[in-house]
């Protein structure tokens, strides 16, 4: 069954160090996502992806943050100078293009630990 | 504003009896409801949906979920519970009228399930 993949599993950084989370959607998805969920939290969306560009982003997703689809399989979350608070779980996640509510699916995570 | 509410941190339920994890949402326009699980370490796991038609979804494990317009939930049940369905499970809503098609998440519930 196909599955969204992600690297790495874990990712420790010194805070204001550039860090890239990567992220291999599933092959036929058209809509990508990064998600992120703070130790003991809810899930927050952060960004939408689609055709090459930012459909949808949160407060969250400041000037820090950038989206790249830098080939045809994979997505990255580029956070270029880390602060203690993004340390998180961040979830990438792909979709198909459907009429109404296709679901999700999402990868196994990234831990980001910012020291 | 969309929103989810999972009103139990914690469900604890003996194996073998019923169920019921509740969810209550907010959104403007139609909503697009769904429901996913979380293993420790692992990432969202999607089990069930409803976009129209039935109120009653049936959905992965023998997860199954009610859709009650009038008072905004979506609850999710199984018949039988079994140890192995413990975990931290998630509500989770898109508005019909957002194109980005972002999910807001309730804050979860973890279940117990004991022998």
């Known amino acids: 069954e196909p599955e969204v993949t992600q690297t790495p599993s874990h990712q420790v950084t010194q805070m204001g160090q550039e860090v890239i989370l990567r992220c291999v959607p599933i092959?036929?998805?058209?809509?990508f996502y990064w998600y992120r969920q703070i130790l003991g939290q809810k899930v927050e969306f952060l960004v939408s992806?689609?055709?090459?560009?930012?459909?949808?982003k949160s407060e969250i997703f400041d000037d820090q943050f950038s989206v790249e689809r830098p080939d045809g399989s994979n997505f990255t979350l580029k956070i270029r100078s880390t602060k203690l608070e993004d340390s998180a779980m961040y979830f990438c996640?792909?979709?198909?293009?459907?009429?109404?509510?296709?679901?999700?699916?999402f990868g196994p995570g990234t831990r980001l630990t910012v020291l | 504003a969309q929103s989810v509410a999972q009103p139990e941190d914690q469900v604890n339920v003996a194996e073998g009896n019923p169920l019921t994890v509740k969810c209550t949402y907010s959104?403007?326009?139609?909503?697009?409801l769904f429901w996913y699980v979380q293993y420790p370490n692992r990432g969202l796991q999607f089990l069930l949906k409803?976009?129209?038609?039935?109120?009653l979804v049936k959905g992965s494990y023998g997860f199954e979920a009610e859709f009650n317009k009038s008072q905004t939930s979506f609850h999710l049940k199984k018949p039988s519970a079994l140890v192995s369905d413990s975990a931290l499970y998630f509500c989770?809503?898109?508005?019909?009228?957002?194109?980005?098609?972002?999910?807001?998440f309730g804050s979860g519930t973890r279940l117990l399930v004991r022998p």
């Open positions: 409803y976009i129209t038609g039935d109120n």
């Open positions: 092959s036929n998805h058209l809509y």
């Open positions: 992806f689609y055709n090459n560009e930012i459909s949808e």
């Open positions: 996640a792909s979709s198909e293009i459907l009429a109404g509510g296709p679901e999700q699916f």
């Open positions: 959104v403007s326009g139609n909503p697009y």
């Open positions: 989770a809503v898109r508005d019909g009228m957002d194109s980005s098609y972002k999910l807001i």
